[in-house]
């Protein structure tokens, strides 16, 4: 009888933690993106000093474009590295990417920092954003829930490093947002004393992009191509008569990448729509709080400082659901936990409503928004990656976060039609149903 030592997955004898470090750092700068609910504000108060009578519902309406840009190229990205080499891919995004960051502060309209920043910058976001996961899975085979949880974490975690980051360079001093227009009910906007510090904002923001993409891409071990092309494909069959590297999840793994055997089979299978379907109609509340918090709350809590600790705790928050997430999936599954996240997300937004002016009531009910969206970041690529395999699995990935831009869209449409005659509260009230 062999003992159970025999039956230990191969992978886990030579762990790359040095490639999961790397993919960890990799991931904190793509996860800049998720810093707009901090610095949308900022932005479009310096922009005012040039646009005269430019509104906050004006810049977010263009923000969806940003992510299509950014969730188009997360589609293509495994296969643009893999195409051209993982290693060369991720070099350009490193040098690419923060570039056009540092480049969008020499705008002087609104026009022309989305096409810097939100669609140039944003392409080459989106061309990297999948590639530190996609190494994760292949250095990690059996564990894909816990690597999903650690790429998820960072890229959530980023926040709690750029929104400080940010808010030291811009308003260090926790100037009050005072200017208010006549057009607006609902918003505030900082005077020059905070605008014109913005362009020193996106520079250090460049800064830091730049140093945890160079980190990311000495520590990560990219697979080698031609190496992949000679290792044998395995099969169901092949695993089961070699217990060395056989896990019950590489075996249901392989066994599930057989039944799909590309995208399109995958993308009209009911697994796919109904995952499609949960995730978006979960995300809006999720997708409100992390982009609008700042926005909302200057309104009804004048302390720029405190807001930016919301968001800070919020990606904390996010991060470590994601990474527990990941680990839990393995454990519990994914219905279990999803069922436990949108239950949460049923009450929080009733509390912002009637009780957004207490602190106290203000951030727990914030923090439900971001746990949804860590969670979110978790459960669904772990599930995509159960069912469908690695591979089919990340490209799946960046399809079902078309979700977000979806959600986005929705809301700002909402923002910049309706705000002014239902006001926050009226938005957020229908937002509690759609976790139903």
């Keep these: 009888m062999q003992s159970m030592e025999s039956f230990r997955p191969l992978t886990t004898e030579k762990r790359d933690y040095k490639t999961m470090f790397g993919v960890f750092f990799f991931q904190i700068a793509m996860g800049s993106a998720n810093v707009w609910g901090n610095i949308i504000v900022y932005l479009v108060s310096w ?6 009578g430019f509104l906050l519902e004006d810049a977010a309406i263009t923000i969806p474009f940003a992510l299509i840009f950014i969730y188009a190229m997360i589609v293509f990205s495994t296969k643009i590295g893999d195409h051209f080499g993982f290693r060369r891919t991720m070099t350009v995004v490193t040098i690419c990417y923060p570039l056009f960051v540092v480049l969008s ?19 080459f976001l989106g061309a990297g954003f999948m590639l530190p996961m996609y190494c994760g899975w292949l250095a990690y085979p059996d564990h894909k829930g816990q690597v999903t949880g650690v790429v998820a974490s960072a890229s959530l975690l980023s926040p709690l490093i750029f929104d400080w980051g940010t808010y030291w360079l811009v308003n260090p001093n926790n100037l009050a947002a005072n200017v208010v227009d006549p057009r607006d009910k609902e918003h505030r906007y900082f005077g020059p004393e905070v605008g014109n510090n913005v362009p020193y904002m996106l520079i250090g923001m460049g800064a830091m992009i730049f140093f945890f993409c160079l980190c990311g891409l000495v520590l990560i071990k990219t697979p080698d191509r031609k190496e992949n092309e000679q290792k044998p494909m395995l099969s169901p069959a092949t695993l089961h008569q070699s217990p060395e590297i056989a896990s019950p999840e590489t075996i249901a793994s392989t066994e599930k990448e057989k039944e799909w055997p590309s995208v399109g089979a995958a993308l009209k299978s009911w697994e796919f729509i109904r995952l499609y379907a949960i995730n978006l109609f979960g995300l809006f509340y999720a997708v409100f709080i992390s982009t609008f918090y700042k926005s909302y709350g200057l309104n009804v809590i004048q302390n720029d400082q405190f807001l930016t600790f919301v968001g800070a705790s919020g990606s904390c928050i996010a991060a470590t659901t994601a990474y527990l997430g990941g680990h839990m999936s393995d454990r519990l599954g994914f219905r279990k936990l999803a069922v436990g996240v949108y239950i949460a997300g049923i009450i929080a937004p009733f509390l912002l409503v009637k009780f957004a002016s207490f602190l106290g009531i203000f951030y727990v009910s914030s923090m439900v928004g971001f746990l949804i969206l860590g969670s979110s970041g978790s459960l669904f690529p772990y599930e995509l990656a159960r069912v469908f395999g690695p591979t089919i699995g990340s490209t799946l990935s960046g399809i079902l976060n078309t979700g977000n831009v979806v959600a986005f869209a929705c809301l700002v449409v909402i923002i910049k039609l309706l705000l002014n005659q239902i006001l926050y509260s009226g938005i957020l009230a229908p937002v509690s149903y759609t976790h139903l």
Excluded: A, E, P, T
Excluded at 113 to 122: A, D, M, N, R
């Design 47 to 52: 922009i005012r000093l040039k646009q005269d």
């Design 105 to 123: 502060s020499f705008s002087n309209s609104w026009f022309m920092f989305v096409f810097v920043y939100c669609i140039l910058g944003c392409f």
